[in-house]
């Protein structure tokens, strides 16, 4: 048997929104820097292992494009300074 009435349930719903201030420090690919020297930059600047140096380097040259690291701007900035003074092109997007 069912009541003659229905209760109508409002449940209220809380969206938890994390907000971050995380930005992609970007290397692009151009047709002066050497192979070696964008992998010595990156274990410089950014303290990749080779591995990773050598990785991102190969993205760079084929893709265009590589994140060579992610975090605030406040400590992406001179890291990027620091990839510029060498003659790498870098932006922090």
């Given at each position: 048997?069912?009541?003659?009435?229905?209760?109508?349930?409002?449940?209220?719903?809380?969206?938890?929104?994390?907000?971050?201030?995380?930005?992609?420090?970007?290397?692009?690919?151009?047709?002066?820097?050497?192979?070696?020297?964008?992998?010595?930059?990156?274990?410089?600047?950014?303290?990749?292992?080779?591995?990773?140096?050598?990785?991102?380097?190969?993205?760079?040259?084929?893709?265009?494009?590589?994140?060579?690291?992610?975090?605030?701007?406040?400590?992406?900035?001179?890291?990027?300074?620091s990839?510029?003074?060498?003659?790498?092109?870098?932006?922090?997007?």
């Amino acid at each position: 048997m069912r009541p003659s009435y229905q209760e109508d349930v409002m449940e209220d719903v809380l969206e938890v929104v994390e907000t971050t201030d995380a930005m992609d420090l970007v290397v692009f690919n151009d047709d002066y820097n050497t192979f070696e020297h964008v992998i010595n930059t990156l274990i410089r600047v950014c303290k990749h292992t080779a591995e990773q140096a050598e990785q991102c380097t190969m993205l760079i040259h084929y893709k265009g494009k590589c994140t060579v690291k992610t975090g605030a701007y406040d400590f992406l900035r001179p890291m990027r300074e620091s990839i510029c003074e060498a003659g790498i092109d870098a932006k922090i997007i």
